[in-house]
């Protein structure tokens, strides 16, 4: 068996339809169970106090808002490449999502900031290069509405995203590249130093496991929306021809 035959629209409906169920009863449970366990049951910090719980929205919303952009690029090369209508779906389905994120993450990160630097917002490598991919998030969905022929717009779009991936690595990789600006370093890292400690950790794992899977649970609910309104075109379509 192929993976390229989930590439039919009939087999990815069967197929998602089936799954959806189980991840969307895990990425709540994900959800829920990391977020109370991160702002219930974990202490204060010593420097930041309790406004250190706000990491467990701000950074599995910043991971998801740069990585659904990363799977969006490869669902559009997918139909660059194959011409595989569900991919270029996929991608177009995920956008709102990413965006949501992305919105997410800069607003927590506004939050949590203030106390922390004195400043809402400070024109830090990373924070505006993660807004310049919130607003490549705007301008790809509006290419899409803005583009009537569906195969045109996911051409369109295909090559918006690449360019935009440029952002979305940079956003979730600044602060390697660059050493000065506010943004503090990683939350999570191999090196030990960086690292925030194990009862900040594992509560931190389980919402990041949550959203990437409350991730596909959207996409998946939101690809079979778009496969029914194509399907929904061109019974129209049909009958304006007949």
Known sequence: MSIWEYANPRKFMSLSGAVLPWVTALAVAMVVGGLIWGFFFTPNDFRQGSTVKIIYIHVPAAIMGSGTWFMMLAASLVWVIRRHHVSALAAKAAAPVGMVFTLIGLFTGAVWGQPMWGTWWEWDPRLTAFLILFLFYLG???????????????????????????????????????????????????????????????????????????????????????????????????????
Not at 182 to 203: C, I, K, R, T
Not at 227 to 241: C, D
Request: some cysteine; charged content about 15%; aromatic content about 10%.
């Open 140 to 242: 790809y969905m509006a290419l899409w509405a803005a583009v009537e022929n569906p195969d045109t717009a996911a051409d369109l779009t295909a090559v918006l995203c690449l360019v935009g991936t440029v952002f979305a690595v940079i956003s979730r990789y600044a602060i390697l590249f660059w050493n000065q600006g506010l943004h503090q370093g990683a939350s999570l890292s191999m090196d030990a130093e960086e690292n925030v400690a194990d009862v900040f950790a594992y509560p931190l794992w389980i919402c990041i496991i949550g959203f990437g899977l409350l991730f596909i649970c959207l996409v998946l609910l939101r690809t079979r929306t778009e496969i029914r309104a194509r399907r929904l075109s061109a019974l129209i379509a049909q009958e304006r021809m007949a």
